[in-house]
């Protein structure tokens, strides 16, 4: 199960960006929606423009870098991959993920042109 994601210089993340699913800390109010600290179940919400959908493809960018499936490369040519503030030429992607209490991470980068 992914437990966090870290990324940067991915469409609108130019800094390193955390999106921590064994941080419970807040789910005390539904403890269904957390599987061995893991949240299973969330809800990220918030303004137009701030990185909702970026997030989702980072997390679908998963499939791409750990499985022999192939993107639907259009997702990418809709927008730019790399971020436009950004100087690098990569974007870095690293994945942390818990499996009965064996924690493997994987980090790679990518220069997915558009």
């Given at each position: ?26 789910y005390e ?47 990418y040519k ?37």
């Amino acid at each position: 199960m992914l437990s966090r994601l870290t990324v940067s210089n991915f469409k609108g993340f130019n800094t390193e960006f955390v999106f921590d699913l064994s941080n419970t800390n807040s789910y005390e109010f539904n403890s269904d929606a957390v599987s061995n600290g893991i949240v299973k179940n969330a809800l990220v919400y918030g303004h137009n423009g701030v990185g909702k959908s970026n997030l989702g493809l980072a997390l679908f960018d998963i499939i791409g870098h750990l499985t022999d499936k192939n993107i639907n490369e259009n997702e990418y040519k809709q927008n730019v991959y790399l971020n436009a503030i950004n100087k690098s030429k990569t974007a870095y992607f690293k994945y942390e993920f818990l499996f009965n209490r064996t924690r493997i991470t994987r980090s790679t980068r990518s220069t997915r042109s558009t």
